[in-house]
């Protein structure tokens, strides 16, 4: 039986206390927080006692539309509008939401523990909290499951709130749920958080409803790609 841990750090009992979960081959990894469970192995050690939390991801593929739309964006994001903040990531394609780039996930350190416990994270530590939380809820909106994508999504800003691509996101979800008001409203945020991937956003499908209108046009006139 394979063996996994839960990094939903802060928000699952399974996580804090690093308890190791066996699954039999062929389970879905999904820890029961709803958090994707990785596999124990990838605890690379760093330098001694020290680990390193390695996220493993698929395949690169160049913005491909899937079938249901979506993707992994493959152009650099802008930096995050926060001076201590680290530079947004790079996504990539997948069949549904938009999620970042593995390298950028794997940025916490063995304090992240000692600063959860304290109450005082770092900027750079709460934006690998968000974006686990983002990764999370991107199998969720594969699935159908609005609600508990959602729920990852609000995760994502409760940790850091200027992470531009909690609210592309939330644009996707909006669109699947035929709501296109509220998918414009996200979207002009993920704007306001530094986001100009306008190619990539045209050419994906699940925002095809939203880019092909005039209030898209409107919208990204008043912030002009960098």
Partial sequence: MGKYICRNYGSCAKADAREEIELAPGAEPICECGFELKPLESEAPEGGSKKKLVLIVGG???????????FWMTKKAQPVSTSSAPPAPAPRATASGVAPDAGQLARAKEGVDASIKAG??????????????IKAAI????????????VQLDKAKAEFADEPLIYVNQAVLSLKQSKSGDALTHLETALQKGFRDYSVLESDVDLKPLTSGDGYKRLIARYPAK
Wanted: aromatic share 6%.
């Fill in 60 to 70: 690169v593929m160049a913005a491909a539309l899937l079938t249901g739309g979506g």
């Fill in 120 to 133: 005082a994270l770092a900027t750079d530590q709460r934006v690998v909290i968000a974006r686990e939380f």
């Fill in 139 to 150: 199998p969720l909106m594969q699935a159908g499951k609005w609600a508990d994508a959602q």
